[in-house]
């Protein structure tokens, strides 16, 4: 009975998030008119994925103003957005991958106009002359964005991959803590990763301060729950 309840809630939980989502993209869709359909919907993918990793963030924070029976439901919610925000920012990667696979409908601010290797490896590395050499890597500002990205998906998925129970059974309470305590590296490194490209992508509706007061605000409810956490120790 516990189990089928647990279960329907979970159910409720990601209908719930899908309709956010599907909302937010709605809202956002708007922002991007001017932009082919598949751009937008690496972008919006992109945004999406980045507050929910964010919200990730402030659920931990904000169940300890909460009644002690909420901790595992709390717990739960922020497994599933975790789940959500995993898969929407494999669909971006996905839809960017395919879109530097061809020729994307964006145009780059400031880029360096050397040649860039074939399709997708373009977005990490220069053409070589020499067939026989290497690409060199793109440092360009984009290309550190795009490194930025790369290792933010490795950490997505290697926490997408072990939001389970059973995940966190095989690998042990102490190994799975371990390493989903990369959480915040892994908004930051979104962060960085999205402000580039804010910069850099003729058009985009969006600004710096759209991300950073978001990032400020769950930079100071974690601070406020951990000062609040280590002066309740104190006593």
Known sequence: METNISCGRRLVTHVGILSLILLGASWMWTDFSSFPATETWSMILGYLSFILIGFTLLIGPLQSWLPAHWMAISLSIRRDIGIWAGLTGLLHVIL?????????????????????????LGLFFFASSDPTIWPSPNWTLTGVANYLG????????????????????????????????????LFIIVLFHGLIYIQSIKGEPHTFSDMLVFAAIIWMVRSIAFIRRAFFRKR
């Not at 991958?97 to 074939?118: D, Q, T, W, Y």
């Open 96 to 120: 960017v991958l395919v879109l530097f696979e061809g020729e994307p409908r964006l145009m780059i601010i400031h880029e360096n106009h050397s040649e860039k290797a074939a399709g997708w």
């Open 150 to 185: 790369l290792l933010a998906l490795f950490i997505l998925l290697a926490l997408w991959l072990t939001s389970s129970a059973r995940a966190e059974e095989w690998l042990g309470g102490s190994s799975w803590k371990r390493l989903h305590l990369a959480n915040p590296w």
